[in-house]
Nanobody, 114 residues
Framework: VQLVESGGGLVEPGGSLRLSCAAS????????MRWYRQTPGKEREWVADITSTGVFTFYAASVKGRFTISRDNAKNTVYLQMNSLKAEDTAVYYCNTRLTLDYWGQGTQVTVSS
């Protein structure tokens, strides 16, 4: 199982970024996918979930209405569209899937700063 995130970077408050997570090594379309984030000294925080078919999505209260999780099962990729970014969204963002074990990508840094 391999998860590779991309799309992070530096953005001004109020700006947007789209993160991608390319998955391989398992039947992507059979599994829910998640995004988490982590800042130094804090526990990893759940951000969003999407079910295997993409029909249902779930969000943390802190990002609901600003972030959108989606997936393309033909491309084995899950996305996180982040709009109206705030300084407190600054973190390393990880994608995750749970088979018999939890699998994580290497993370991508998002920095929101003027």
């Amino acid at each position: 199982v391999q998860l590779v995130e991309s799309g992070g970077g530096l953005v001004e408050p109020g700006g947007s970024l789209r993160l991608s997570c390319a998955a391989s090594g398992f039947t992507f379309s059979n599994y829910a996918m998640r995004w988490y984030r982590q800042t130094p000294g804090k526990e990893r925080e759940w951000v969003a979930d999407i079910t295997s078919t993409g029909v249902f999505t779930f969000y943390a209260a802190s990002v609901k209405g600003r972030f959108t999780i989606s997936r393309d099962n033909a491309k084995n990729t899950v996305y996180l569209q982040m709009n109206s970014l705030k300084a407190e969204d600054t973190a390393v963002y990880y994608c995750n899937t749970r088979l018999t074990l939890d699998y994580w990508g290497q993370g991508t840094q998002v920095t929101v700063s003027s």
